[in-house]
């Protein structure tokens, strides 16, 4: 009878980890609020940007499952929620960064990790320079080394 009992939780513990490797976590971001982007690699201007990050998580098994999400830079997401079997949970998360980053999230199954996802922010190169910026000589020998006709103003 012990042995009976060992395979039957041997078979409960292997039906259990088939399930938690059915569940998954993908995160993406984007600049409109409340919606999921299709990307989790983004370019922003330099300066606070609000984004929008998404997590879904998706469960390929065919038993619930009950999970933690959490963000290392964002921290709890989703807390003891179960997902159905072919199901996907979704979560909008609103913030504003500011400057480059990097973040992941982490799917865990009984306090296990069992899957992550990362997303990233990156600030444009720098600014493109304005005329005033260049200053007119500058913009003229530019021009004239192009080929351009320069004509010589005087300011009267």
């Known amino acids: 009878m012990k042995t009976r009992v060992t395979l039957v939780i041997a078979a409960v513990a292997v039906s259990a980890g088939a399930a938690l490797a059915q569940v ?13 982007a299709s990307t989790s690699v983004i370019q922003v201007p330099p300066g606070p940007a609000d984004v929008t990050y998404c997590y879904r998580v998706a469960n390929a098994g065919g038993t619930n499952v009950t999970y933690v999400l959490t963000d290392d830079q964002l921290g709890l997401v989703a807390g003891n929620t179960t997902v159905g079997p ?9 913030t504003t960064v500011n400057g480059s980053i990097t973040n992941v999230a ?11 996802a990362s997303a990233q922010v990156g600030t444009g190169g720098a600014d493109i320079p304005t005329l005033t910026d260049l200053g007119l000589v500058a913009l003229g020998l530019a021009l004239a080394a192009a080929g351009a006709v320069v004509m010589r103003a005087r300011a009267i």
């Open 24 to 36: 998954t976590v993908t995160k993406t971001v984007g600049t409109a609020p409340g919606i999921c």
């Open 86 to 94: 072919g199901s996907t949970d979704q979560y909008l998360v609103e």
């Open 106 to 116: 982490t799917l865990s199954v009984g306090g296990t990790p069992v899957s992550t």
